[in-house]
T-cell receptor, first 112, second 118 residues
Framework: QQQVKQSPQSLIVQKGGISIINCAYE??????FPWYQQFPGKGPALLIA?????SEKKEGRFTISFNKSAKQFSLHIMDSQPGDSATYFC???????????FGSGTKLNVKP | GAVVSQHPSRVICKSGTSVKIECRSL??????MFWYRQFPKQSLMLMAT?????????EQGVEKDKFLINHASLTLSTLTVTSAHPEDSSFYIC??????????????FGNGTRLTVT
């Protein structure tokens, strides 16, 4: 059973546009939701994360929107750049346990 | 920021041999390290969780005798793929969590090891 569902599988955005990636979860006990960025041949790098007590968190061009009642959260990349082209993974975990559940990933291609 | 070093980045070995992959936390102590496997264009699959000084906890379907994990210190965990076969070819990634920051401490990932078994 997939704990975190991510969509879309792939995304093409023009430079300067907004990239939106969505995730949904089932386990209401999850209370930490990070997003990771992965370039080919590299390990994932933490991009931004949110706790369920806030509805939005912004860091530079990256924003997480969180809807606790709908059990959904999304990543918005404003003013998308070709350098943002990568695979993005959402994840969720339950405090104080260690296991992170990852979404299936979204391959983003930002066209110049 | 926290750095996790993984070595080697690429390894090619012959079928039947064993390969050891090292994962080090360079600027922090990690009580817990995780080993993931990633197939092309797929998500990360957790293989096992290793805690310093104790036996690793393996996920269902992962052969503990084939994927030996050792976490001998707070900064080093190793994954040994024993008697490797071509189907073991994959991208293996380790991650670590900082000591004393449970739950809401993010995972820091290594850069992965591309294993090719010929």
């Amino acid at each position: 059973q997939q704990q975190v569902k991510q969509s879309p599988q792939s995304l093409i955005v023009q430079k300067g546009g907004i990239s939106i990636i969505n995730c949904a979860y089932e386990n209401t006990a999850f209370d930490y939701f990070p997003w990771y960025q992965q370039f080919p041949g590299k390990g994932p790098a933490l991009l931004i994360a949110i706790r369920p007590d806030v509805s939005e968190k912004k860091e530079g061009r990256f924003t997480i929107s969180f809807n606790k009642s709908a059990k959904q959260f999304s990543l918005h990349i404003m003013d998308s750049q070709p350098g943002d082209s990568a695979t993005y993974f959402c994840a969720a975990t339950t405090l104080p346990f260690n296991k992170f559940y990852f979404g299936s990933g979204t391959k983003l291609n930002v066209k110049p | 920021g926290a750095v996790v070093s993984q070595h080697p980045s690429r390894v090619i070995c012959k079928s039947g041999t064993s390969v050891k992959i090292e994962c080090r936390s360079l600027d922090f102590q990690a009580t817990t390290m995780f080993w993931y496997r990633q197939f092309p264009k797929q998500s990360l699959m957790l293989m096992a969780t290793s805690n310093e000084g104790s036996k690793a906890t393996y996920e269902q379907g992962v052969e503990k005798d084939k994927f030996l994990i050792n976490h001998a210190s707070l900064t080093l965990s190793t994954l040994t793929v024993t008697s490797a076969h071509p189907e073991d070819s994959s991208f293996y990634i380790c991650s670590a969590r900082m000591l004393g920051r449970q739950g809401n401490s993010p995972l820091h990932f290594g850069n992965g090891t591309r294993l090719t078994v010929t």
